[in-house]
């Protein structure tokens, strides 16, 4: 979902932004009424998540999955291994992709366990020669959430941070670099944000395309070629929005009070299931099945028609999955947990 107030100031500045005559789909990038926007989204951004000066908020058009091979090509550095948690789908995808690059060296591996869970930290192997240590936050088809920062001493920590940026406040001095495709918490697809220490940049890989540099991104302001000037733009009135709302402390309240409700909910009914270790439970990504899984099909058709949308699991792991991400409003849950307790009398 993206924000209603967002969405209605988007609309009422559609055809004509602030009196230019324009709408902000026809501005010229390097016009000055689009950098305006551009730079007014970062400084929001940098308000939000207090991003220290010595990082780079970058606003790129390809993807977090694109940051998958661009954060070996930019931060191996002339160093030939990297550290990996397999936490779930998004981290494998990553890990697959860094092996073309470097020897992926894994840290700890929730594969046995089928990524409900993550090992005590006692049994991490990191490597003392990464270049970086990579992780997901939140592994957004299982609904599992680290529920703190590893440290990793003078190692450059790398966090894919798509699905629970902007949740909760973060210390971004933990990290060398951050990504996040817009799409899940922020604002409409076709954006991913990098924010990333600048002293880790400048020395690529041979043959890392111009666009892939992310010092080359730093030093055009991410305008080295046309960005997606729309969505940047609507991530800035997210930015905004969250601002409005008391920022990332205000966000985390309302957030930590929808996931404890709905897990309460399916806790407190054998109806109901989430296999997710208490402990690593995501607060965006709330997946759960059906103890008689041939009720699916009828537990989605009638959600849909109670107005509850897009419920449906990843193909992957299949199940029901409630993501609860910044813009669902408490009563969006508060409707979904009341389907629930009525889906379960007809049907428990
Ligand atoms: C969705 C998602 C991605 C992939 O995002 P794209 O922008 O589609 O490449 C990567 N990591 C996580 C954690 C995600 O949730």
């Known amino acids: 979902m993206l924000p209603s107030d967002v969405m209605k100031k ?5 055809l004509d932004w602030q009196g230019s005559s324009m ?3 026809e501005m010229s990038h390097r016009g000055v009424e689009y950098t305006s926007i551009a730079k007014q989204a970062e400084a929001d951004l940098r308000e939000v998540m207090a991003i220290p000066d010595n990082y780079a908020v970058l606003f790129l058009s390809s993807g977090a999955s694109a940051q998958f091979s661009m954060i070996p090509m930019n931060l191996l550095r002339g160093k030939k291994k990297a550290d990996y948690f397999n936490t779930g789908s998004w981290s494998r995808k990553a890990i697959a ?4 690059y470097c020897e992926v ?3 700890s591996d ?6 409900t869970t993550i090992a005590d930290k006692s049994t991490w192997q990191f490597s003392a020669d990464a270049a970086y240590v990579h992780y997901t936050v939140n592994e957004t088809i299982h609904g599992l959430e680290f529920d703190d920062i590893p440290d990793t001493g003078d190692i450059p920590l790398v966090a894919d941070l798509s699905s629970t940026i902007l949740s909760r406040p973060i210390d971004v001095s933990r990290f060398g670099l951050i990504y996040a495709g ?3 918490n922020i604002g409409p697809a076709g954006l991913c944000i990098v924010i ?3 002293d880790l940049l400048g020395d690529t890989l041979a043959g890392t395309p111009t666009l892939c540099d992310y010092k080359v991104q730093d030093e055009s302001g991410s305008m080295h070629n046309t960005p997606a000037t729309y969505s940047w733009y609507l991530s800035g009135l997210v930015f905004d929005w969250v601002k409005q709302l008391g920022g990332l402390t205000a966000m985390a309240d309302i957030n930590k009070r929808k996931a404890d409700k709905l897990y309460a909910a399916i806790d407190a009914s054998s109806f109901y299931n989430n296999p997710v270790d208490k402990r690593y439970r995501s607060w965006m990504n709330i997946p759960f099945t059906l103890t008689d899984n041939s009720l699916e099909a009828d537990f989605l058709a009638q959600a849909k028609e109670h ?3 897009t419920l449906k699991g990843h193909k992957e792991v299949g199940g029901i999955r409630a993501s609860i991400y910044n813009a669902m409003p408490e009563k969006g849950v508060d409707a979904l947990i009341n389907f629930m307790a009525t889906f379960e009398q007809k049907h428990g």
Request: no cysteine; glycine share 4%; proline share 0%.
């Open 10 to 14: 988007a609309q009422h500045e559609m």
């Open 23 to 25: 709408s902000v789909m």
């Open 97 to 100: 992709e860094a092996k073309r």
């Open 105 to 107: 060296n894994i840290v």
């Open 110 to 115: 929730s594969t046995d366990n089928n990524f």
């Open 182 to 184: 817009a799409q899940k």
């Open 196 to 198: 990333v220490r600048r």
């Open 307 to 309: 107005g509850l949308l």
